[in-house]
């Protein structure tokens, strides 16, 4: 399969970056409905940009050294929802998740946060890319009617595993020395800021009740 670069940018446009060499094939393109993603995006203020009408998050799921930033390197800011969260990425000047990371760059694996889009031509852009959709979890956590996302509720084992194959490969290409969200010594490239207790119980205070 040909590879691809899909170019991404916050909403304001001032941080730029592309996913670069990327195909069906060297990633996972999912939906996560879990509620610390749906809590992040509520934080962000950017919850009708990002999540789908049952709370949904649609992330790629690929080897940090794809993603170049091309504009904005400076903007690039970085919370834990908790002590030990993940690492969310997003862009200072309007709040655009960028994406995820575990804390230590040893572990080579990003979720890029892409957000939601009406767009026809974007989407097919996106699906050129990236190919479709393979799948949904942590459907538990969705708001709305759940009916139709029983099917969802663990991670399948296909995806898991194809996440394992992933990150052992780009492992063994030394690609966790090649992030752009940690720096040569391994620090991350912003100081995270872990959200209070109040920042916290307001994020999730906004996720939508489910039904």
């Known amino acids: 399969m040909a590879l691809a ?63 170049v930033f091309e504009a904005g390197v400076d903007r690039i800011a970085c919370i834990r929802l908790k002590p030990g969260g993940l690492l969310r990425w997003y862009a200072s000047c309007c709040r655009t998740p960028i994406g995820n990371t575990l804390a230590s760059r040893q572990v080579p694996f990003v979720g890029l946060v892409l957000l939601r889009s009406d767009s026809a031509p974007e989407l097919r852009a996106r699906e050129a890319a990236l190919g ?58 912003a100081t995270p800021h872990v959200l209070t207790a109040d920042e916290l119980a307001a994020a999730r205070a906004a996720i939508a009740p489910t039904s």
């Open 132 to 189: 479709p959709v393979r799948g949904a979890f942590n459907a538990r956590f969705a708001v709305g009617d759940r009916s139709q996302l029983a099917a969802y509720d663990r991670v399948p084992v296909s995806l898991f595993a194809r996440l394992l194959r992933i990150m052992v490969a780009a492992r063994l290409r030394g690609d966790h020395a090649r992030s752009p969200f940690f720096t040569a010594a391994g620090a991350p490239v």
């Open 5 to 67: 670069t899909l170019p991404l940018q916050c909403a304001c446009g001032a941080t730029r970056w592309v996913a670069r060499d990327v195909s069906a094939t060297r990633g996972n393109h999912v939906v996560c409905y879990c509620d610390d993603c749906q809590a992040f995006a509520h934080h962000l203020g950017r919850a009708e940009r990002i999540l789908d009408d049952h709370g949904g998050s649609e992330i790629f799921q690929v080897s940090p050294p794809s993603v």
